[in-house]
């Protein structure tokens, strides 16, 4: 197996982590992989001795601390600058507020901040990540960019609204309002990025939706 092969591999090993909350067994990361565990076992015990995954009691995978210290090194004037930002946003809207940006054709939150009192706990982390396809998060990055054949109904009723309101698509119950972090729809920061609240049931979309705005003119502001 060479050099690069086995980066590949693992890399993979943590895209794999990333999407399961709950984690997974060698045997599932093999099998996803298409590789022998051993070769599983191999490389998620090299991404263990650099705490980029950890194992829990029954030997399932996750996530490690140590993605955090290198996620505290990405973007960090956005991010420092996000932060009080999302903070007021989520005490406003009484969801969790979140930054993100694209990866591609996925959106990876970067940021997130609770409200002192949660409306119900919605599970979006750091490090969440999913499609620019569907959630809030995702088709306030797609409208940025330019329209496509074939662009859902929601999409285009963000695109319209300059902004993007979904019920349900990436959790039940969930409730997600997001916009751009952009001016006119095109973004200045050098990368797709945008802001937004998500909560379970019983977020006030009229209220959400206005704290976002306010808040994300808000940022762009203190971004220059």
Avoid: W
């Avoid at 090299?46 to 996620?71: F, K, M, P, Y």
Wanted: hydrophobic letters at 45%; a neutral charge; proline letters at 4%.
């Amino acid at each position: 197996m060479s050099t690069l092969q086995t980066l590949s591999r693992g890399i993979q090993v943590l895209e794999l982590a990333a999407r399961s909350p709950s984690g997974l067994q060698i045997a599932e990361i093999a099998q996803a992989m298409g590789v022998h565990r051993a070769i599983a076992y191999r490389l998620v015990a090299t991404l263990e001795e650099h705490l980029l995954v950890t194992r829990d009691t029954e030997g399932r995978i996750q996530i490690g601390g140590g993605i955090v210290a290198l996620s505290d090194r990405y973007q960090p004037q956005l991010r420092a600058k996000a932060l009080p930002v999302l903070r007021a946003l989520a005490e406003d809207s009484g969801g969790t507020a979140f930054l993100c940006i694209a990866q591609g054709d996925e959106c990876v939150a970067i940021e997130v901040a609770e409200p002192e009192k949660p409306l119900l706990k919605v599970s979006y982390r750091v490090g969440s990540r999913h499609p620019v396809t569907k959630g809030a998060a995702g088709l306030a990055i797609a409208i940025q960019r330019p329209p496509r054949p074939g662009d859902s109904e929601d999409l285009q009723t963000a695109r319209q609204n300059g902004f993007a309101l979904t019920h349900g698509q990436l959790q039940e119950g969930a409730i997600g309002v997001a916009a751009p972090l952009a001016r006119a729809g095109r973004s200045e920061l050098g990368t797709e990025a945008c802001i937004g609240v998500v909560a379970m049931h019983a977020l006030d979309t009229d209220l959400a939706t206005t704290a976002l705005l306010t808040h994300r003119d808000r940022l762009l502001a203190e971004l220059g």
